[in-house]
């Protein structure tokens, strides 16, 4: 993987003195893990366990990842870092089904805040562009949805 | 140090499949399994350059133990429901008990109704589940999907413009979450690139619908493309044809697969934005009504005969479109088996009926069963093709009620 995400290895993790993190011969991937996890039922044994721990840890670590940097600022910060942390966490067959409470939290506060995370300018000039654009885009329209035509 | 390395190199590709489960669960209710899971093969993000090709589109199956076919859907998610409680396919809570099940839906899920996208990922739902079961769930392409990719929304309803607000109010959304990774180097295509904010001529309090409705639905459109570019159009399941209007001679020749996927790589956004030939018209696949008149007598009955000559296996032609008061039948020597019963509350409210065919293969026959909720008849069961009876009336399939002693075991 990842050849092209150079600009994310530049960046120096600040706090490293986190939860300890077990390095085991095998590779540390975050997917692997959640992989791993997955593969061997909650009650497994040790192993699973020591891999829930180290689970938690690495989702906490990719929090601190330049890709969240924004999302976890404004409003909806919060609720965004622990639905994230939670999907991340997730072993469910349907990846974050175990995560309702969190979703909800999140889905929540954009309802409160649809600006949450919009760029605010950024899509001013887009729109225009867009009118620009204004191509053949005919529609066959339901009765219903066209104008009253006056009759005189 | 290199450990966190490591960790962000995955962030932006979990970021994405996040952001696409919490979208699905904020408009549909539904975890979905994604695209990106973890548990599909790793890629890396931005190697979007070739595209993989799409997967494979499945013509013909071979006869399952169990099929059931159920018709015109139009946007009404409680009877669709319902006709999937009447086969045995969903428990009280909308989950799959239907075993090892296969399912065919005929098409027509869009317009008539308002819970047109809740079908959509409820039948989604429901083929994740079915599939852990060893079942299957085919949804086909229905003459009012074709209409819908192509932007004839002559049938929409207004309510059903607030449920395609409501979606791309939530995609657009996640899409601008997925824009603040500044790792997922590509930024998200606006959904509504190139559609226009005015549509003269229609009325305001709808622009903003239509826009919505075209933006999800047209050609490689985030609904269209997920979900409608997997359906088949025509469909060969041991001796059934499924297509939802009828196929003639020349749509044969034309090639079954050669349908399947031109509809598909154009729902895709491969071949333009309008649809092929074969899909426009009266004598197209999806319009065809030569073989679904209510009245038997208006039906091609040698026409028929001769396009099943031309698929090998081929007894029977199932198909929907054209609502059936009468309930499920067959006509033709029950060689034309018509399963839309007008369910919808949008187009006729008829009571929910599916088609039941119970295959056995070392008898190379199977039955062929009407499950109806209509509390005249518990079950219907028709006749075979091969075996006339004097009770056989014009038009109908005869009925058997369920407590007939025996039931005909018909070879075909």
């Not at chain 2, 639905?217 to 359906?231: D, E, K, M």
């Amino acid at each position: 993987m990842g050849q092209a995400q150079s600009d994310v290895s530049d960046v120096n993790q600040s706090n490293q003195e986190e939860a300890p993190v077990r390095n085991d011969s095998s590779p540390t991937s975050l997917e692997d893990l959640i992989a791993e996890a997955t593969a061997f039922g909650d009650d497994e044994n040790e192993v699973s366990a020591r891999n829930k721990v180290s689970l938690d840890a690495k989702a906490q670590k990719a929090l601190e990842c330049p890709c969240v940097a924004e999302l976890r600022s404004g409003p909806c910060g919060t609720q965004f870092s622990q639905a994230f942390v939670c999907f991340i966490k997730s072993t469910a067959e349907e990846k974050g089904s175990d995560c309702v409470h969190p979703f909800v939290a999140l889905q929540n506060c954009i309802k409160a805040n649809p600006n949450a995370f919009s760029k605010d300018v950024l899509d001013e000039d887009e729109s225009k562009k867009e009118e620009e654009h204004t191509e053949e885009y005919k529609i066959i329209p339901p009765t219903w949805a066209k104008e009253q035509k006056s009759k005189l | 140090m290199g450990d966190s390395t490591t960790i962000c190199r995955d962030v932006p590709l979990l970021l994405s499949s996040f952001v696409d489960a919490f979208v699905d669960f904020s408009f549909s209710g539904f975890f979905l399994p994604q695209k990106s899971d973890s548990n599909s093969p790793k890629q890396n993000p931005n190697q979007t350059l070739t595209p993989p090709p799409p997967p494979e589109l499945q013509t013909r199956y071979p006869s399952p133990d169990r099929l059931v076919a159920i018709g015109d859907l139009h946007g009404d998610l409680n009877k669709s429901k319902q006709a999937l409680k009447l086969a045995g396919l969903i428990d009280g809570s909308d989950r799959w008990i239907g075993g090892n099940t296969t399912v065919v839906q005929i098409g027509d899920v869009l317009d008539r109704g308002d819970d047109e996208l809740k079908i959509v990922y409820f039948l989604e739902k429901l083929k994740h589940e079915a599939s852990k079961c060893g079942g299957l769930i085919i949804t086909m392409n229905g003459n009012h999907e074709i209409m819908n990719i192509d932007g004839d929304f002559r049938y929409v309803t207004p309510s059903s413009l607030d449920e395609f607000r409501a979606w791309a109010n939530w995609y657009c959304i996640g899409n601008s979450m997925k824009n603040l990774c500044s790792g997922l180097d590509k930024k998200q295509r606006d959904l509504f690139e190139g559609i226009p904010r005015v549509f003269p001529g229609i009325r305001k309090e709808f622009h903003e619908g239509f826009r919505a409705r075209i933006a999800a639905l047209r050609p490689s459109g985030p609904i269209s493309g997920r979900f409608l570019s997997g359906n088949p159009t025509v469909l060969v399941i041991g001796d059934s044809v499924f297509v939802h209007g009828g196929l003639l001679k020349n749509h044969v020749e034309y090639g079954l697969e050669r349908i399947n996927e031109e509809v598909r790589d154009w729902i895709k956004g491969l071949k333009g934005r309008f649809s092929p030939r074969f899909v426009r018209g009266r004598d197209s696949v999806v319009w065809l009504r030569r073989f679904s008149e209510e009245l038997a007598r208006d039906c091609d009955c040698s026409a028929l005969e001769h396009v099943l000559a031309t698929i090998p296996g081929a007894k029977r032609m199932i198909m929907g479109h054209t609502i059936q008061e009468v309930g499920i039948n067959g006509v033709c020597d029950n060689r034309a088996i018509r399963i839309d019963v007008g369910m919808s509350k949008g187009c006729g409210n008829g009571l929910p009926e599916v088609l039941e065919i119970e295959g056995d293969r070392n008898q190379n026959s199977s039955e062929l069963r009407v499950l109806t909720s209509n509390p005249v008849y518990l079950t219907r069961k028709y006749n075979n093709p091969t075996m006339k009876t004097p009770e056989q009336k014009e038009g109908l399939g005869f009925l058997i009620p369920e407590h007939q002693p025996k039931q005909l075991e018909v070879k075909s």
